[in-house]
């Protein structure tokens, strides 16, 4: 009798136009947890086991918050979302071809990230962070290190507006390029506008960060780091090329102990200010009509190529 009933109210809903509860609801706050289960609701008294489960049933622009030191998995981010540690480390392991966290969102979507650390286990292609689509990346109080490819990619492939904000970061002993920021497309308009401060980008095979323009049809890429440091990379400290408008400015940094330490090309420009270029094997590198020019008041010392000075900026 009571299945009978049941059926008659489900059809009697579904009549009336009232969808059917799903197979779980979602909340604006989850939780997960090393003792949760994927099974439960992602409440606080009923976490979840990995970050993918959990973004899945939290509201866009809800937040995923960590209960205890773990590893919850690798995760791809569809929607606007928080996910927060401040308990401890919360960490992805990533090997074998894969990427830590990709993020596949909305064009109006925001992401927060803080507190997580991606580390890559040393076998196989792995990326650590990987953008693809979004309106706005926030990270901070985060580790992205040892992936046998890059730690960070910032690569919108369709034109559009994107935002990229990091702070209080490391991205280190990664096989690629530390920092990459890469939008690229055949055709369209592409606006990027990054900040990072207090990033330290150490120790990675390729460049600590590098930002190239020279993909897309038109662009407007700016990129400033503060108070940040690129040091021991294999090939340059900073990087940027790229065409129109693309420009990267370093305030108040370091870069030293790099194969080159500043390096621009195309038609990019590269400023730098209350900085220290040391201990590089190359200073810096100026390719085709990019232009590398100095506020004046940094300190280049020590480099094996004799400590060439930059150009200065013009006073006004």
């Known amino acids: 009798m009571t299945s009978f009933h049941s059926s008659l109210l489900l059809a009697g809903l579904l009549a009336l ?7 779980y609801a979602q909340s604006a706050r989850t939780f997960v947890s090393s003792g949760g289960n994927d099974s439960n609701d992602c409440s606080r008294f009923s976490p979840c086991r990995t970050f993918q489960v959990a973004h899945d049933k939290t509201f866009d622009q809800g937040e995923v918050s960590v209960l205890d030191t773990g590893g919850y998995g690798a995760l791809t981010i569809t929607k606007s979302i928080s ?19 990709t993020i596949n969102a909305g064009p109006a979507a925001y992401v927060n990230l803080r507190g997580i650390t991606i580390q890559g286990i040393g076998f196989g292609s792995s990326d650590g962070l990987v953008f693809q689509s979004g309106f706005a990346l ?11 490819h890059h730690g960070i990619t910032f690569t919108p492939p369709n034109a559009g507006t994107y935002n990229l904000a990091i702070s209080n970061t490391l ?16 055709s369209g308009s592409f606006i990027v ?52 408008e693309t420009d990267v400015a370093l305030v108040r940094s370091v870069v030293a102990n790099n ?6 090309g195309f038609t990019a420009t590269l400023s730098i200010g209350q900085s220290a270029v040391t201990g590089n094997t190359k200073t810096w590198d100026r390719q085709g009509s ?17 400590d060439p000075a930059l150009p200065t900026i013009p006073k006004k």
């Open 17 to 23: 136009g009232v969808p059917a509860a799903p197979a």
């Open 83 to 101: 996910i927060v540690s401040e308990v401890g480390e919360a960490s992805i392991l990533v090997s074998g071809g894969a990427t830590g966290i």
């Open 138 to 148: 926030t990270m901070e109080n985060c580790v992205v290190r040892n992936h046998t």
């Open 171 to 186: 991205v280190a002993d990664n096989g690629g390029i530390g920092i990459f920021v890469l939008p690229k497309g055949s």
């Open 193 to 244: 506008r990054a900040a990072l401060s207090r990033v330290e980008s150490y120790h990675n095979s390729n460049t600590g960060l590098w930002v190239d323009g020279s993909n897309t049809a038109t662009n407007t890429i700016r990129v400033t780091a503060a108070d940040s440091v690129f040091a021991n990379n294999l090939t340059f400290g900073v990087a940027a090329e790229g065409f129109f």
């Open 259 to 264: 194969g080159t330490g500043l390096v621009a």
């Open 290 to 306: 990019a232009v590398i020019q100095s506020f004046g008041d940094n300190y280049i010392v020590n480099n094996a190529d004799g």
